[in-house]
């Protein structure tokens, strides 16, 4: 690393204050990267890979030199006003770094290309100060900022939005001074801008960078310039060590900010003091460093080149190369900036000299190959090395004709040939080696598949044409083996390939099957039945009663039959008490029981539907459907306890009419009660629960004798009663 300062100091000495000027501007442009070693096979064989590598390793085969920083120092010591407007600098103490010597196109693209920036610096208290960088396009990345905003001074409100409030989640030093700040004159009023009578202590450097790679260490874990540790620390001389790149810190923001600001041109530091406390403070050197430092990215561009990552390639000969061949390329190295270095080099890849032959022999024959008897078939090769250093090799192929009798069978479908038969072929080779054939045809027998159907899944018939209704459930099976695929065609339209498999007809009609399979020998078979399933139309079973809720009072009730078509039989199943009533009637009048059987309960209401299809004179098919409902008959009879015991054992602790909610038949009603003088003590309405009947207890009234009234209405009658109850709690 380079760092560059020229520095030097004039005195002037007037009746007021004491001017000191030190000032130094050193700009080095560190450009690229050039290739300091090219180290590439020029002339390979044909089945050899040119390998590249870049980068600035001796193992490297295109090895690069290493970049330097670019340095700009500034040193003029300068007085950071306490929240003061002070001459010449006003509240903002700026300082410019002219940058040069890169492309104008050149920008950051990461935040390592700022090496860091370091500010020689004495304050008494870090808390109050707001540090920025900005870079020549106007982009700015806060370096340190104030605790809390600062008062109403002009420099206080001349401060950004995001001049304050770092992290204070982490533990933070409120007191941290900077460098050792002198404290004279510190009880003068706090707008003085006069250096005499507030003189500079010792400036101390801090340096700020996002560079790891660069082999900086941190101050703290966290990197931050205001956490308790900087306080404690038993630095006596200075806080980063620019030299070692140790102490560093993070700037509050980050140089990410920066990416995409342009290199070439005014950089500025901005240091504003927002807090008119008890500090003054001074500025004596700050340096920017930028360091594009490695390579970003190299590009072998030519023909039959390949990237491996982004600084290593591969270069392989032309496919189908037919003769030594030259290829030109030419290779760019990047750094990070944009920047590139160019490099032209070829490589000559060559040809192999390679051949080979074909050779027959009758079987018995030896052939003698390099001093070894070659008695079977084989494939010789003998590898040879060229002029030019690629192998060569020379390939022989060596087959022996048989001379022997062979004898092979050939089966064929029925179809394809009638007869059995063998033919005897006798062949001379070129080699003049002779070999009979013998070829025997055999017949594969052709066996028609056998069709398995089903309505039921139990009974199976391969003849027969079965008949249905819908919807209409057919089984299909086949059980032929040994073959290789099968095709079912039902209806002419649906095709299946299962062995077996359930088919649904909703439609009324006849419907034809086949199948048709190829054995594994490769020959077909098919069979097709024609009219093999006739599904019929099936009724439609439904019913109703007119009676939604028949009572034990009267139960009893008119069924309608809602089946269709209306010219078909019934049959009735009615559920009874004891067993089963059957009727055949369209729309029968039930009624269940005597008039002195409690036939409360649900009873199951079945009707079957029968439809007759004539299909010939001799033959007939019926097709049924079944509706099936439950009809509840309900207990109307209304009970009207006379005698309440709310003693909280759960038991009679209401008085409730029974049979009103269980069955809800009187759904309309209303229910009064008063005490022995007339007062009415409870009313209700519409009861449905029993949890809203009259609970004596809840209602706080004491044992006596009540009087109630109830009237209820519906379909089944009007009900009226009048009488007394009994409260009693049996203490």
Known sequence: MYLCKIGYVMKAKTTSYLILLIFALL????????????????????????????????????????????????????????????????????TT????????????????????????????????????????????????????????????????????????????????????????????????????LLPPGTGWNYCWSNAQTHGITYANDDARIYRPSNVDFDWSTDSSIVATRTRFYRPAGSFNSLIGCPLNGNWELTVIDGNNNYYDGYQFEAELSLWPHSVAHADVMGEWSQPTSDTSFIITAPWGMQHDTTLQFTMRVRNWLGGFVDSTFSVRFMMPTASQADTSLCSGDTLMWMGQPITTDTTLQQRLTAANGCDSVHTLHVHFKSTYHLADTVYRCPRQMPTPAW??????????????????FLLLKDFEPLILLSTDSINWDSNATLIGCNPMHLYLRDTTSQLMSRLWTIADTDTFSAASFHYRFDSVGTYN??????????????????????????????????????????????????????????????QTAGGTDTTSEKHPFYHWGEPSDDMTGSYSVQLIANWTHLLSDTLEHVCHDTAEHVVTIVNDFLQFPNVVTPNGDGINDRWEVVNLVEFGVYPMNEVWIYSIWGQLVFHAKNVSRKEEWWDPEANHDPDGTYYFRFLAKSEYGIVKRNGSIEVTRGK
């Open 513 to 574: 099957i086949g199948l048709k399979i190829v054995y594994d020998t490769g020959c077909q078979a098919s069979r097709n039945i024609m009219q093999a399933v006739q599904v019929l139309e099936s009724p439609k079973a439904e019913f109703d009663w007119h009676r939604e809720i028949p009572a034990m009072s009267n139960p009893e009730t008119q069924f309608v039959n809602l089946s269709s078509p209306n010219d078909i039989t019934y049959l009735w199943n009615i």
């Open 97 to 196: 770094f002219a940058v040069g010597g890169y492309d104008d196109a050149d920008t950051v693209n990461s935040a390592e290309v700022i090496d860091y920036l370091r500010l020689k610096i004495e304050h008494g208290e870090q808390r109050d100060l707001y540090i920025a960088l900005t870079c020549p396009n106007g982009q700015t990345v806060d370096i340190d900022r104030l605790a809390t905003p600062g008062g109403t001074t002009s420099c206080a409100l001349s401060l950004p939005d995001s001049s304050h409030g770092f992290d204070l989640s982490l533990p933070v030093a409120t007191l941290l001074k900077l460098g050792n700040p002198s404290t004279v004159g510190h009880d003068l009023p706090h707008s003085s801008c006069d250096s005499i």
């Open 27 to 94: 700009t080095i442009a560190a450009r690229g990267q050039s290739i300091v070693k090219l180290d590439i096979d020029t002339v390979v064989c044909m089945a050899d890979t040119v390998r590249i590598s870049v980068g600035k390793q001796a193992w490297h085969n295109v090895q690069l030199a290493d970049g330097v920083p670019t340095s700009v120092a500034v040193a003029k010591r300068r007085m950071i006003p306490n929240g003061t407007d002070c001459l010449p600098d006003g509240c903002e103490l700026k």
């Open 423 to 440: 033919i005897d072929t006798v062949m001379t080779t070129v080699d003049g080696c002779d070999s009979t054939l013998r070829l025997q």
